[in-house]
T-cell receptor
Framework: GQSLEQPSEVTAVEGAIVQINCTYQTSGFYGLSWYQQHDGGAPTFLSYNALDGLEETGRFSSFLSRSDSYGYLLLQELQMKDSASYFCAVRDQGGKLIFGQGTELSVKP | DSGVTQTPKHLITATGQRVTLRCSPRSGDLSVYWYQQSLDQGLQFLIQYYNGEERAKGNILERFSAQQFPDLHSELNLSSLELGDSALYFC??????????????FGPGTRLTVL
């Protein structure tokens, strides 16, 4: 089977840096994706790692270690609008995503 | 706006009934995915279609079925509805079946309430 673990909640203040960890157990691993979802809205793609290392996209970065079955999403210079749920998802070769339960990020002033 | 459309936006029905949710993928996208999101839960993968053919199945109940039509739109049929089927149902599409990042573009969802 496949399972992903990520913290249920994280709180941080504006301007700070926060890291959301994700560990996974899966067969047929092809890559790790991150999605953002604001309250009941459509999830939107943030980042994808297929190989070990760090991918940077503006204020967001994502890291993957395939040997450790571990990844993280790093959010820098936090803004109030970053308050949302963040999901890691394992992608298999066929393209489907298996999502974690999500981490609710609250950004405080 | 992701380019993926879903109808209806809201659906309220009774237990035992049957409903059909509709999804139109982004122009040119061949893969369609269906997900269920219950209250405060993650997204559960239900089923994937690629160019009209079923490609992968997740934890989809036997009471649920789906299909993708020649024009690439997809429908998810939910029958013998139970209270526990109340959830947000998302459709997503992607440009290619495998390859690069396979970013999935999600529609706005259909909120199903079973009373």
């Amino acid at each position: 089977g496949q399972s992903l673990e990520q913290p249920s909640e994280v709180t941080a203040v504006e301007g700070a840096i926060v890291q959301i960890n994700c560990t996974y157990q899966t067969s047929g691993f092809y890559g790790l994706s991150w999605y953002q979802q604001h309250d009941g809205g459509a999830p939107t793609f943030l980042s994808y790692n297929a190989l070990d290392g760090l991918e940077e996209t503006g204020r967001f970065s994502s890291f993957l270690s395939r040997s450790d079955s571990y990844g993280y999403l790093l959010l820098q210079e936090l803004q109030m609008k970053d308050s949302a749920s963040y999901f890691c998802a394992v992608r298999d070769q066929g393209g489907k995503l298996i999502f974690g339960q999500g981490t609710e990020l609250s950004v405080k002033p | 706006d992701s380019g993926v459309t879903q109808t209806p936006k809201h659906l309220i029905t009774a237990t035992g009934q049957r409903v059909t949710l509709r999804c139109s993928p982004r122009s040119g996208d061949l893969s369609v995915y269906w997900y269920q999101q219950s209250l405060d839960q993650g997204l559960q993968f239900l089923i994937q279609y690629y160019n009209g053919e079923e490609r992968a199945k997740g934890n989809i109940l036997e009471r649920f079925s789906a299909q993708q039509f020649p024009d690439l739109h997809s429908e998810l049929n939910l029958s013998s509805l139970e209270l526990g089927d109340s959830a947000l149902y998302f459709c997503a599409s992607s440009a290619i079946n495998s390859g690069t990042n396979n970013e999935q573009f999600f529609g706005p969802g259909t909120r199903l309430t079973v009373l």
